[in-house]
């Protein structure tokens, strides 16, 4: 059984006019092709949708049930073309962003809150993930773009694009009311040479993990390492109940958790990289109006 647009269109034509006379000079055309249209659809449907007499035509039970749904698909087809013009633009669509848990805290709000308001019909799907969990996601096309803490590995490098979002310098994290924390000067880590450090391991953030390391190479320090963890979240956990210090970007003072004191490094303590990796060949115009943001904000 086909049913075409036209036939529902001179369906609804006569439903509203209740007159073919009326509906063939609405549709601008005659009333015998009308007539033969209505039939048509009739014997397509089987079963009759008007009621006859020689002054009007009324609905059938079946007829009453068609008129709103024959609407609403007219309507829908009329929107197709928009629909399909937004798609092309990057103005609808799906956009599947992943983000290392730091971008929690600084870039990805705010990035979320702007493309929203350009863009509400574009649903977006995300997903918090460690860097190498996110580049296994866009190889496998499971992803459209990445927040995430670089270098990218070099087999990788002709697979992705890569853009800097944020540099950032790392602060302490450290439990609350040590007594070598008084006072709002910068920390020099020497006075905490015996505390536990809490830290990311190296397999899931080699660059994160070398820049914490260096910071207390280069206080003449050898770390004691207490805790491993992958999350931001659970890292500054572990500094509320004690366990050790942290190193970790500025941005993650916002997450305000009991019992943390955020103190800046003495020194030139390194910056901390995150960017936004996708594929080359993704030509997705969700993701690509996703990126016009971005390099508009550089």
């Given at each position: 059984?086909?049913?075409?647009?036209?036939?529902?269109?001179?369906?609804?034509?006569?439903?509203?006019?209740s007159h073919f006379g009326r509906a063939a000079a609405r549709l601008h055309m005659t009333q015998p092709p009308l007539s033969q249209t209505i039939q048509s659809l009739e014997a397509a449907l089987g079963t009759p949708l008007f009621i006859r007499t020689k002054r009007s035509v009324?609905?059938?039970?079946?007829?009453?049930a068609l008129l709103p749904e024959a609407r609403r698909i007219l309507q829908q087809a009329g929107n197709l073309p928009d629909l399909a013009r937004r798609a092309a633009s990057?103005?609808?669509?799906?956009?599947?962003?992943?983000?290392?848990?730091?971008?929690?805290?600084?870039?990805?709000?705010?990035?979320?809150?702007?493309?929203?308001?350009?863009?509400?019909?574009?649903?977006?799907?995300?997903?918090?993930?460690?860097?190498?969990?996110?580049?296994?996601?866009?190889?496998?096309?499971?992803?459209?773009?990445?927040?995430?803490?670089?270098?990218?590995?070099?087999?990788?490098?002709?697979?992705?694009?890569?853009?800097?979002?944020?540099?950032?310098?790392?602060?302490?994290?450290?439990?609350?009311?040590?007594?070598?924390?008084?006072?709002?000067?910068?920390?020099?880590?020497?006075?905490?040479?015996?505390?536990?450090?809490?830290?990311?391991?190296?397999?899931?953030?080699?660059?994160?993990?070398?820049?914490?390391?260096?910071?207390?190479?280069?206080?003449?320090?050898?770390?004691?390492?207490?805790?491993?963890?992958?999350?931001?979240?659970?890292?500054?956990?572990?500094?509320?109940?004690?366990?050790?210090?942290?190193?970790?970007?500025?941005?993650?003072?916002?997450?305000?958790?009991?019992?943390?004191?955020?103190?800046?490094?003495?020194?030139?303590?390194?910056?901390?990289?995150?960017?936004?990796?996708?594929?080359?060949?993704?030509?997705?115009?969700?993701?690509?109006?996703?990126?016009?943001?971005?390099?508009?904000?550089?």
């Amino acid at each position: 059984m086909n049913i075409e647009l036209r036939q529902l269109r001179y369906f609804v034509a006569v439903a509203e006019e209740s007159h073919f006379g009326r509906a063939a000079a609405r549709l601008h055309m005659t009333q015998p092709p009308l007539s033969q249209t209505i039939q048509s659809l009739e014997a397509a449907l089987g079963t009759p949708l008007f009621i006859r007499t020689k002054r009007s035509v009324s609905l059938t039970p079946a007829g009453t049930a068609l008129l709103p749904e024959a609407r609403r698909i007219l309507q829908q087809a009329g929107n197709l073309p928009d629909l399909a013009r937004r798609a092309a633009s990057g103005e609808s669509g799906l956009l599947a962003l992943s983000f290392v848990s730091t971008a929690d805290y600084s870039v990805l709000p705010p990035l979320l809150r702007e493309f929203r308001e350009r863009y509400p019909q574009v649903q977006i799907d995300l997903r918090e993930a460690t860097t190498d969990v996110q580049l296994e996601l866009l190889l496998q096309g499971r992803t459209d773009a990445g927040l995430l803490i670089p270098p990218l590995p070099d087999k990788s490098r002709t697979d992705f694009d890569y853009m800097t979002v944020l540099s950032e310098p790392l602060i302490l994290a450290a439990p609350r009311g040590m007594k070598a924390l008084q006072g709002n000067s910068p920390v020099d880590l020497r006075l905490l040479a015996d505390m536990p450090l809490i830290v990311f391991p190296r397999r899931i953030a080699p660059a994160f993990h070398d820049a914490i390391l260096a910071c207390f190479r280069d206080a003449g320090l050898t770390p004691r390492i207490g805790q491993e963890a992958i999350q931001m979240q659970t890292i500054v956990g572990l500094v509320s109940a004690g366990m050790g210090i942290a190193l970790v970007p500025q941005s993650v003072s916002n997450l305000k958790r009991p019992g943390v004191d955020y103190k800046p490094l003495a020194g030139k303590p390194p910056l901390v990289e995150t960017g936004l990796a996708w594929r080359r060949d993704n030509q997705s115009p969700v993701l690509h109006a996703f990126l016009e943001l971005l390099r508009k904000k550089k």
